[in-house]
C-alpha cells in the first residue's frame, strides 16, 4: 500500500488560505474603519448602517445647497436696505430742502434737485437689477431676464419677466404721466403703456397687471431642512419679487389685491400700490418738479411735494418690513444650519457605534492573525520534507 501526505497537504492549504482571509479582513477593518465589509457579517447593523447612509447624504446635501441659498437671500436684503436708504435721502435731503425757505425760488437749484431725483431713481432700478453669481436675484422663476430698465427721462418703467411656458420675456411698460385720482383730484402715477406678451401679443392694461401680479406671487420653496417636505407653505421661500421690494407688498399681499368676482379691483390696488412705490413716489415727484420748472406754480408744487413725502415715510416703513422679513429668513438659515451639523456629527457617532470597528481591537485582531499566518508558513517546510513513507509501496 502506498501512503502520501497529498490529504494532508489539502487541509493545509485550506486552513491556511482561511487564517490568510482572516489577516485581510482584520487589515481591511484597520483602514476602513468599518466593522462589517458585507450585510452577512451583521445584516442587523449593516442595514442600519445603510439608512444611516441615506439621512447623512440628505444632510450633506442640504447644508451644501444652504450657503448658496443665503448668499442670495443677504444680496436680496442688502438690495432693499439700498432701495430704502435712497428713497429716505431723497425725502429727507433732496425733497425737503426744497420745500423749505426759498429754495425753491432759484429755478437752477429746483433742476439740481430734480437732476439728484432722477439719480437716486435711477439707482433703485439697478439694485433691481443687481445678480448673484449668474442669475438676478429679484427674478423669481425667471433668472436669466434683466427685470427692469427705466428710461433716461425716469418717465418709463420697463419691467420684463420670462413666465413658465413662454419662449420669449413678457415686456410692460409703466409711463408715469398726468392722472385723475380715485377722489376726483388731479395728480401723476403710472398707466400701462406698450405691452406685450412672450408670444408678440399684445396686452390690455388688465391682462398686463394680472401679469405683474402673477411675478409678485411667484414662489422658490427649497427644502433645507426647515419646514416639511410634505407640505411646501412650511419650506423656505427664496423667491423676493422686485415689485414686492418696491411696494412692500409681500407674496401673500400680492395675491390679496385681487377680487375673482371683480377683475377692476386688481387694476385700482396695483395701480395705487405701484404709484405708492419707491420708484413711483420718485417718478411723481419728478413729475411735479418738471412741470413746476415749466409753470412756476409754487403752490401747487409744494402741495404735491407735501404729499408725496408722506407717503414716502409710509413706503419707507413697508420696505423696512421687507428686508426684516429678509433678515428672519437669514437667521433661520443660520440656525437650520446649526442644527443640521449637530445632526451630521449625531450620525458619524451613531455610525461608528453600529458599525465602526475599535481601532485597538481590530489592531489587536491583526496581528494575532499575523502570527497565525507566518506560523503556517514556516509549518509548511517542514510538511514538505520527503518522507521514506511516501515510496513505501
Known sequence: ???????????????????????????????????????????????????????????????QLMSDVQNRIYQQELGAREIQSLLSKAKNSDIEYILNGTNNVDMTTVGTIQSSLLQKQQSMVNALNAQYENFYIYGGNDLSTAPFTMSGDGKTLTFSHQFPGEDQATKIELVMGKITKADGTEGYGFSVGNATDGDGNPLTQQQALEKIQKSMTERGYVDLGYGTIDDKTTLLDTFTSGFSVLTGLSADKAAALSDPNDPAVLETNLLDALNNSAVGLMGQALAATETYLKDGDLEKFTGYLGGVMDEMTLTEDKISNVYSDLGTKYSLIDTTEDRLKDIKYGLIEQYKDKLGADPYESIMEMFSFQQSYNASLQLSSKLMEASLFNFIS
Not at 482584520?26 to 476602513?32: E, L, V, Y
Not at 468599518?34 to 452577512?40: F, H, I, R, S
Not at 439608512?51 to 444632510?59: A, E, P
Request: aromatic share 10%; proline share 3%; net charge positive.
Open 1 to 63: 500500500m502506498r501512503v502520501t501526505n497529498a490529504p494532508m497537504y489539502r487541509k493545509y492549504s485550506t486552513a491556511v488560505n482561511d487564517v490568510h482571509s482572516k489577516l485581510n479582513k482584520a487589515m481591511n477593518k484597520i483602514s476602513s474603519g468599518a466593522a462589517y465589509e458585507a450585510a452577512a457579517d451583521n445584516p442587523l447593523a449593516y442595514y442600519q448602517g445603510k439608512k444611516m447612509d441615506h439621512q447623512y447624504q440628505d444632510v450633506e446635501s442640504k447644508l
